[in-house]
């Protein structure tokens, strides 16, 4: 077992690559804290997680519930040994027609919101600790209309950078993974709730033929790339960006879309 006697947190631990990865921290040994704002998915993921899990209901964004939450992780783990910090939104924000507090909520929750869960984290872990942030692809694909989602994945990069430094004299190793489009929950939520099924089978025909894998990522093939940054399997791997998205960034002229 690759994680045996560590703990870790996962944000974002009750859906999606989130709660994949607490699955496979759990079967290689570790004991998992996930968080999440959902108190019925919080719930429904311990249940399935079983004894070597414990949900906390935090928000990112809110300093109150992050002081709660490591005050409670304190008291129930003592040390951590891996920080994945996972919870993001996505959402829409094309130039000269979005909303200031929409764009502000995309940053605050995908970086104000990693920033200070690690920020937090860091006085409890153990040295030699791994932190994991989830970047995206986005970092790469100047895609129209994701200018904040991009902006905020972009930054975890460069702040992962910023942070190992911070953490070289610990052998705290600190890492991002950077999924491409992958099967998860967060494709149904917001403005895409109420996408047709029309639309929905046009999103994913695009994605499948835009990758050169032909196809869409899972959560757990995520889950193995979060797993190996957590692992010492990656004990020489530190201020990377682990690109993990069927070469959709690196060789985009291989996907069935430009095929003759
Ligand atoms: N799926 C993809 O194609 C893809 C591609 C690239 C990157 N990513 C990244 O992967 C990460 C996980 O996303 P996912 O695909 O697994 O989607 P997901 O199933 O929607 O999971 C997102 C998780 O983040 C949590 N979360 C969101 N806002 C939060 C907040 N303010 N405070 C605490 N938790 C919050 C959600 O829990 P609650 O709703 O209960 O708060 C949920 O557990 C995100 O950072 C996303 O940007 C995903």
Redesign the pocket.
Known sequence: MKLAGKKAII?????????ATARLFIAEGAEVAI????RQ??DEAVAELGPSARGYR????VAKDRRRLFTALAQDFGKLDIVFA?????GRTPVGATEESTFENIIH??LN?AFFTVNSAVPLLNDGASIIF?????NYLGQPGYAAYAAT?GGLVSMARAIAADLAPRNIRVNVV??????????K?GARASATTEETAKLTNFVSSATPLGRW?E?EEQAKAALFLASDDSSYINAIELVVDGGLTGAPFGAPAFRV
Not at 35 to 38: C, K, L, P
Not at 134 to 138: A, E, L, P, Q
Not at 178 to 187: D, L, R, V
């Open positions: 944000t974002g631990g009750n859906s999606g690559i989130g709660l968080t999440g704002r959902d998915t919080l935090a928000d990112v964004t996972n919870a993001g939104i996505s929750t995908n919101g989830n970047g995206s692809v986005h994945k950077a999924p491409g489009a992958t099967k998860t929950p967060i494709w939520r990522g959560a």
